[in-house]
């Protein structure tokens, strides 16, 4: 029997939505409604079982009210004056999923959080625990490293820790703490398996500006080349990543925080207040103040599972094109999406990018960073604009009192309060433009096909004149073997470089950013190069040609291990081809490049279980989701 009375608080089914959750949705672009049409219609079947699930985990789930009394005492044991508070079925406890670590400069300030938010939730009658942590790895500190073949899968790590830590069933709302590259796909794939339950993402914000990325970016090439020293190249770097709080570039990071504002799963306007500020810390109060609102006993009950719809992962797609966002969500974002029973492809996207134009200009697409973006207007004018011309959909639920027009307004401190004020234009159109007059009529992001498979092509950061290169090509299997070939004087010419058995079944699929500097000096040198690849690419790279994520992987037997040195190939971005150009006979008959052995040492044979189940970028590469949808499949609507 359960020790707390009161089942019958439990709440109301996930459909229940108040007054205040939606608002009228203005036209929407036809593009934008018929890729949101063709989303809803793919996910029919597998949106149902999840949100038939969510409602199984909220009518019969591990809960406060059902724990037996030894369960709860030793959930409360260490509580001290918030145990009469954890004891009451009716209030409102909050699980924190922390990411904390200090070494990760992201993540140094949360170290303070669960403190903070303790107290916080005090202040409105609520309790908070820490539910659990998980890891973050700093992909700034691995690339080029062994450590990086751990980076994607530790997203799916990152998502089963926080299952672990939402399983004690004690919490009512949930805060998760985390910004960086994997960490916050990973912190939300495990919460919409818990997604009866609200649940509101904290950021910390980026750091300061230090020595401007475009100047970083000179110095990394002047090193390769061997025309300054390391302790010039440590001075810059040095320079800039200089404080805690995130690196300060548009990468994968500053997306995560762009993305999880646009689907409305944090406060309006948290992406980029600077870390140790008034206004940071008055933004995260307010945040657990409105999360014990929002929670189950709330009075304005808004579970996750509500909040991430098809037309909030659309929102999610629409923001990454406008800002010229990281490649690394062509992945997460398929991987986001399943978890919530969604369906996402890179055909979608890539409709998308046909019709949202890409309105800033942040490094590496521009030479300014996040915090002058924010500067000038951030996300709230960015999110006007897009609005304004039909491109957002703006009836999704979100955390948000007034809904999804408030995220089109400014956060100010005043009196200590956090307040908020309506967005305002751009002050500065080389980083921030309307969409009537974009820097790019599409939102820079193509679908590549051809006889090499399927890829994903960034071009916001891309000069016209590299938008088709066709050039012999040079295999590699390592990034190490690139190198070594740069610095050999062996790629002094027009070329294709083409690393491959880098995908997720391979060796986890790591980026490949250390290859940019080398690359982009042969560039600089007049040289026609590309970079083709099954691995990923740091959302920091930019004006080198990139089609990534190239799939079937090479592991799998994908056309990429047919390619031989010297064959010609086109890459393409404004046709969206990416070809062999070998005569079709002779291709079919090619033998595949049997793959290498799998590598040993730093931890990487712990995961040999990730790269054991099939599963492709564009589903998300996750063996993790790939068996979890093995199983649901076989309950199919079964589900009690």
């Known amino acids: 029997m359960p020790c707390l009375s009161g089942e019958g608080n439990v709440p109301p089914a996930l459909v229940r939505v108040s007054v205040e959750q939606r608002v009228v949705q203005m036209s929407v672009n036809s593009v934008v409604e018929s890729v949101t049409a063709r989303i809803i219609e793919r996910s029919k079947v597998s949106r149902r079982r999840y949100l038939a699930l969510m409602e199984r985990n909220r009518s019969k789930g591990v809960s406060r009210p059902r724990l037996a009394c030894g369960n709860l005492a030793h959930a409360i044991a260490a509580a001290s004056s918030d145990k009469a508070g954890l004891m009451r079925p009716t209030s409102n406890n909050i699980g924190i999923i922390t990411t904390y670590?200090?070494?990760?400069?992201?993540?140094?300030?949360?170290?303070?959080?669960?403190?903070?938010?303790?107290?916080?939730?005090r202040e409105v009658g609520a309790t908070a625990q820490v539910a659990g942590g998980a890891p973050a790895m700093c992909d700034g500190v691995t690339q080029g490293q062994e450590g990086m073949e751990l980076s994607l899968f530790s997203r799916d790590t990152i998502a089963m820790s926080t299952a672990v830590g939402l399983s004690h069933g004690m919490f009512e709302g949930v805060a998760l703490l985390g910004i960086c590259d994997k960490?916050?796909?990973?912190?939300?794939?495990?919460?919409?398996?818990?997604?009866?339950?609200?649940?509101?993402?904290i950021p910390a914000g980026p750091m300061t500006s230090g020595l401007p990325n475009k100047e970083k970016q000179r110095i990394r090439q002047l090193y390769v080349q061997g025309k300054v020293g390391q302790d010039e190249l440590m001075e810059a770097e040095?320079?800039?990543?200089?404080?805690?709080?995130?690196?300060?570039?548009?990468?994968?990071a500053n997306t995560n925080q762009m993305m999880v504002e646009i689907m409305g799963l944090m406060m309006p306007d948290a992406s980029f207040i600077n870390p140790n500020t008034p206004l940071r810390q008055a933004m995260t109060r307010a945040s657990i103040h409105r999360l014990a609102e929002i929670s189950l006993n709330g009075e304005d009950v808004r579970p996750l599972g509500q909040c991430v719809d098809e037309k909030a992962i659309v929102n999610a797609a629409v923001g990454l094109l406008a800002t010229g966002g990281s490649t690394n969500h062509a992945i997460h974002l398929p991987a986001i999406a399943r978890a919530a029973g969604i369906r996402i492809d890179w055909e979608d996207l890539s409709r998308l990018s046909s019709a949202v134009p890409q309105i800033t200009r942040v490094y590496p697409s521009g030479s300014e960073d996040v915090n002058a973006f924010n500067r000038v207007g951030g996300m709230p004018t960015v999110i006007a604009e897009l609005c304004d011309a039909g491109l957002l959909h703006q009836d999704i639920m979100t955390i948000s009192r007034g809904g999804f027009s408030d995220y089109a307004r400014r956060a100010i401190v005043e009196e200590g309060q956090l307040e908020y004020v309506d967005a305002k234009p751009s002050l500065d159109r080389d980083i921030l433009r309307d969409v009537a007059q974009p820097f790019r009529e599409d939102g820079g992001m193509k679908l590549m096909t051809g006889n090499l498979g399927r890829g994903i092509y960034k071009t916001s950061a891309i000069q016209d004149e590299h938008l088709t290169i066709e050039a012999p090509a040079r295999v590699f299997s390592t990034q190490q073997a690139v190198v070594d070939a740069y610095q050999n004087g062996e790629l002094e010419r027009d070329v294709v470089v083409v690393v491959r058995f880098q995908g997720p079944e391979a060796n986890g699929m790591p980026e490949l950013h250390r290859l940019m500097p080398s690359l982009g000096v042969l560039q600089d040198r007049g040289f026609k190069v590309a970079l083709v690849t099954d691995g990923r690419m740091s959302g920091a790279s930019g004006?080198?040609?990139?089609?990534?994520?190239?799939?079937?992987?090479?592991?799998?037997?994908?056309?990429?291990a047919r390619i031989q040195d010297g064959d010609l190939i086109r890459v393409c971005a404004r046709t969206g081809r990416l070809e062999a150009l070998v005569d079709a006979a002779e291709w079919g008959a090619r033998p595949v490049t049997p793959p290498p052995p799998p590598g040993l040492g730093t931890g990487r044979e712990l995961f040999a279980i990730m790269r054991g189940v099939p599963d492709s970028a564009e589903a998300g590469g996750s063996a993790m989701l790939a068996m979890m949808e093995r199983v649901i499949d076989t309950i199919g609507d079964d589900i009690h």
């Open 101 to 121: 670590n200090d070494m990760l400069s992201a993540h140094q300030p949360y170290g303070r959080y669960p403190d903070q938010i303790k107290l916080f939730a």
């Open 183 to 201: 960490i916050v796909p990973g912190l939300l794939i495990g919460a919409l398996r818990f997604g009866h339950l609200p649940t509101m993402l």
């Open 238 to 252: 040095n320079a800039s990543y200089h404080s805690a709080g995130t690196c300060t570039f548009y990468g994968t």
């Open 543 to 560: 004006k080198v040609p990139a089609a990534i994520h190239l799939g079937p992987e090479a592991q799998t037997g994908g056309p990429i």
